[in-house]
């Protein structure tokens, strides 16, 4: 039995993780089609406003559609070994629905993974990240309909086939969970005002189970190296006392998103939706051979986005602890400018949690701290982002010790990007600062922040020093 402290693995995958609709901006460049978030000035929370005139950032956002060399190679100067980005849907498919894919969209990102593979960095990519190309929730209800596996399945094999030499990590949704809070972002849908919320949710939830197994099936098939991931948002959810009530029920909400990692990575529907379907009056329809695709092609591992905890407590809604929602106050724990209770503990526990629910490798492929940053004197001292994630690292290192089988960290915007929650740039991520405000104003000149030299020594070092 060793009594080495346990470090990471030889080849932990340190990096960093962006999302298309959050840093490209070049919203209609190159045949680019609408995305809903084109159409969600002030984030993701607010849905979706088609006519609107307000202001979006997500437009432009930090242009890393131009800008994504200077971008690299300030990653490449930290010593990234993965990035992990999506890739926008309506570049490849405009509307969706269509057959052949557009071509300028396909070269854009495969400029961009040379780019990556050139300074010796991983591509990590994510298919579909909160950027369901609008024509299809406009004209087909997003994922409630099931047309949409078919639109999906010729975007990944197009996607598979084109990139198959430089892209071996996959993941198919970011948070297919968070359908239940951020119901357009995460799953394409936009509930009416008469209609069984959680029947649409279900529905379409089942309709991406689907479309996830076909997916890694052609994954497979068409690059045998490479993985596809189930991906999920899982902050930590705490009852708000030790009353049975709080427990059970905090127990019963965490359930709900381990539902999603339950049917992608187990390959069945766990009993227990049963009673949460005939409860609710929720009848999925589901066709022939759907379930024998979903336990056949279960995802190789599961990565997940980690900011925080919340707690509930018995009788509040049902509604919260992801997708940005806050529950009840934690009293024990310090709160970001933007309400997240922050909680390094927190983020040992579920990893721990995860890794005896599933015995399937993890992978931390969002964890980050977004806060104001201020420029004084021409710098940027965030000792509290190096506070945040020094702590999350030790706390992960401790899980590594407890024997959780972790591929890699990607930190959450290594850049400052436009947040999904709220649509601000004044939410800032990065250890590279952007000149760009909320309004839009600003240079768009990257600076290093004191972070970035010292994430620079955590990858240097596979985290030994911090
Ligand atoms: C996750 C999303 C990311 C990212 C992150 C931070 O839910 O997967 O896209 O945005 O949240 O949230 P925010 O940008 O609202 O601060």
Redesign the pocket.
């Known amino acids: 039995m060793t009594t080495k402290k346990a470090s990471f693995p030889e080849h932990f995958l340190w990096g960093g993780a962006i999302?298309a609709n959050?840093a490209e901006g070049a919203y209609q460049e190159d045949g680019k089609g609408l995305s809903i978030a084109d159409l969600m000035p002030g984030?993701l929370m607010k849905g979706i406003q088609e006519n609107s005139s307000e202001f979006n950032l997500y437009h432009e956002a930090i242009d890393f559609y131009h800008r994504y060399k200077e971008d690299i190679a300030l990653m490449a100067e930290m010593g990234f070994k993965a990035f992990r980005t999506s890739i926008a849907w309506s570049r490849i498919f405009p509307n969706g629905d269509e057959r052949t894919p557009n071509e300028q969209g396909l070269q854009f990102y495969d400029q961009l993974f040379d780019e990556l593979i050139k300074n010796g960095i991983e591509p990590v990519v994510t298919i579909s990240?909160?950027e369901t190309p609008w024509h299809l929730v406009k004209h087909y209800d997003g994922w409630k309909n099931r047309k949409l596996i078919e639109f999906y399945t010729r975007y990944c094999e197009t996607i598979f086939k084109r990139y198959k030499d430089k892209v071996k990590i996959w993941m198919g949704f970011?948070?297919m969970n968070?359908a239940h809070t951020i119901t357009t972002a995460a799953a394409g849908i936009v509930i009416r005002e008469d209609e069984n919320r959680l029947q649409a949710i279900y529905q379409a939830s089942h309709n991406m189970f689907v479309a996830s197994a076909v997916a890694t099936k052609l994954c497979h098939e068409i690059i045998p190296d490479a993985k596809m991931g189930a991906m999920l948002?899982l902050s930590g959810v705490y009852p708000n006392t030790c009353h049975p009530d709080d427990v059970f029920e905090a127990y019963e909400l965490r359930r709900r998103s381990l539902f999603y990692s339950d049917v992608l990575l187990r390959g069945q529907y766990p009993n227990y939706i049963n009673r949460i379907w005939e409860d609710h009056h929720v009848h999925v329809q589901m066709e022939e051979g759907d379930l024998e695709l979903i336990k056949k092609y279960t995802a190789d591992y599961l990565g997940f986005?980690y900011?925080r905890t919340t707690t509930h407590k018995a009788g509040t809604p049902f509604i919260g602890h992801t997708?940005?929602v806050l529950g009840t106050p934690n009293p024990y724990l310090e709160s970001t400018p933007?309400g997240w209770q922050i909680d390094a503990k927190g983020f040992r526990y579920v990893c721990n949690e995860l890794y005896d629910r599933y015995q399937k490798p993890l992978f931390i492929v969002?964890n980050g701290m977004?806060t104001n940053d201020e420029v004084v004197n021409g710098e940027i001292n965030d000792d509290y982002r190096i506070d945040y994630v020094r702590k999350h690292i030790e706390e992960m290192k401790e899980a590594v010790r407890d024997g959780v089988d972790l591929m890699g960290y990607t930190y959450?915007g290594p850049i400052d990007i436009v947040?999904?929650?709220?649509g601000e740039l004044k939410?800032r991520y990065g250890f590279i600062y952007v000149d760009r405000d909320n309004d839009g104003n600003g240079t768009l000149q990257r600076m290093k922040k004191k972070s970035f030299h010292w994430y620079k020594t955590v990858i240097e070092t596979n985290g030994e020093i911090l």
């Open positions: 999302a959050q984030g990240h909160y970011n948070e968070n948002s986005s900011y997708g940005g933007w969002e977004g959450w947040s999904a929650g709220t939410k």
